[in-house]
């Protein structure tokens, strides 16, 4: 399973590069507004998918990874945010960050339901982890593959 995770977390990793750098370079062909649109959602979406797939990697390592999340979350925040202007800057910091914050809870939650409130028998944790991996492929596909047609139109 580690594997998997490994895999899955390159992978998004590689998404996340290949959507930079191809925006990176026609960075001059679009508006403040379309650049504050890819720096909120990219920002968000890796900053999410990362941190997610960190904490079910090393669940064991809470704190460490906890703060490296944050770390990577607001650095990939500033690297898109960085493409266009100051606002555009400022809202990929900001939503690379709490984006990050939110992927750790979620990555959490997966690991141990009782921390909420939710039933731990509904499915076994390999099956959550697996599916939520998996989910977050998707998530990270569907949201550059979005903003990648979305600079075509």
Known sequence: MQIL???ITVINFLIGAWLY???RKSRFLFSDR???T?????SSTLGLVASLNFILLFPNHFQIVVVL???LG???GFLYGSMLNAQSLIAG???GGISAIMGTMLGLVVKKPAICGLPGTIASEQE???FFALFSLCIQGISAILLFFSFKA
């Open 5 to 7: 995770l490994i895999s």
């Open 93 to 95: 910091i900001y939503n």
């Open 38 to 42: 890819v720096s909120y959602v990219a």
């Open 21 to 23: 750098f191809v925006l």
């Open 69 to 71: 999340n944050i770390l």
């Open 34 to 36: 379309f650049g504050y």
């Open 74 to 76: 607001i650095t990939m």
């Open 128 to 130: 959550m982890i697996i």
